[in-house]
């Protein structure tokens, strides 16, 4: 007895195969930046006040 060899897969299980590669795509997104947000990059604890108003008057 041979099997059967069926070599187009149905539509059906073609777009669920696609919707769940989507999902899984979003949730390692959302993921990726929930846990980007909780690292703490460095940034300047110092507020730089320039002075430019000499700058205006030469102009």
Same mark, same amino acid.
């Given at each position: 007895?041979?099997?059967k ?10 777009i =669920?195969?696609?919707l769940? #590669?989507l999902f899984f795509?979003?949730?390692? *997104?959302v993921?990726?930046i929930f =846990?980007?947000?909780?690292i #703490?990059?460095p940034?300047p604890?110092?507020? *730089?006040n320039?002075?430019i108003?000499?700058?205006i008057?030469?102009l």
């Amino acid at each position: 007895m041979q099997l059967k060899y069926n070599r187009s897969p149905s539509i059906g299980s073609t777009i =669920l195969k696609t919707l769940i #590669k989507l999902f899984f795509a979003i949730i390692i *997104f959302v993921l990726a930046i929930f =846990l980007i947000e909780k690292i #703490k990059f460095p940034s300047p604890e110092k507020k *730089f006040n320039i002075d430019i108003t000499n700058d205006i008057k030469k102009l």
